[in-house]
């Protein structure tokens, strides 16, 4: 969204175009949204007893079990806040953190993670 900013922000000769700035502005918080809800329903986690149900950065179903998981990392994509999973045999499991119910999606995990998992360090 950034860069469809700037792209739009700068006229021909680098000259600004303020009108052109100003419906950048507009229109980057709804559609910041609708992409944000699109991947949060499109990319769904879930959480067993088992293990962690996600997908890796390219949309592939991925699982890891709870003993498999090595470590856990917050990464920040367009100003969205996402939990790479890494597991012992280097897949890579990204979760949204930017969920509709982030009380029960916590609660979700802190109910089926063990006590020692690096995933509930960044919850």
Known sequence: MVGILCCILI???SHMDVRAAALAIVAISPL?????LLISVGFPAGFS???IHGHSAMGVPLFVSWS??????VFYLLNLKWLRVYSTDGRVIWLALFQSRP????EEIRRFAPPNSPVL???
């Open 11 to 13: 006229k021909k000769e």
């Open 32 to 36: 910041s949204f609708v992409f944000s």
């Open 49 to 51: 007893a088992d293990g």
């Open 68 to 73: 498999g998981i090595k470590d856990a990392r």
């Open 103 to 106: 009380a029960e999606f916590r």
């Open 121 to 123: 360090r960044f919850l």
